[in-house]
């Protein structure tokens, strides 16, 4: 079992910058890709960046340039340095990890950022 925890979340104004990071715990655990999805108001999650084990960071169009995702695989943890905040980013993001050699995934229970003057 492996368990997600997420953290860096706030209210930021318009331009503004927050670092999300998100660490994976539990026992004998071997993490595969850990990605951010976020989930805002009447929208259905989207995947926002994803990081493969050794492979290319992937983005969303609308943050391409702006948002940038980094892991430290000793740590178990996935970081997203959010630069440029809009009020379009405002939404709920959740930390989403698949596990090595399984078809298990696993979410984190998420943290708000709120883009507001």
């Known amino acids: 079992q492996v368990q997600l925890v997420e953290t860096g979340g706030g209210l930021v104004q318009p331009g503004g910058s927050l670092r999300l990071s998100c660490t994976a715990s539990?026992?004998?655990?071997?993490?595969?890709?850990m990605d951010w999805y976020r989930q805002a108001p009447g929208d259905e999650r989207e995947l926002v960046a994803a990081i493969p084990a050794g492979g290319t960071p992937f983005y969303t169009n609308s943050v391409k340039g702006r948002f940038t995702i980094s892991r430290d695989k000793d740590k178990n943890t996935v970081y997203l340095q959010m630069n440029s905040l809009k009020p379009e980013d405002t939404a709920v993001y959740y930390c989403?990890?698949?596990?090595?050699?399984?078809?298990?995934?696993?979410w984190g229970s998420g943290t708000q950022v709120t883009v507001s003057a």
């Open positions: 539990g026992d004998n655990i071997c993490i595969a890709a």
């Open positions: 989403n990890a698949d596990e090595c050699n399984s078809d298990r995934t696993y």
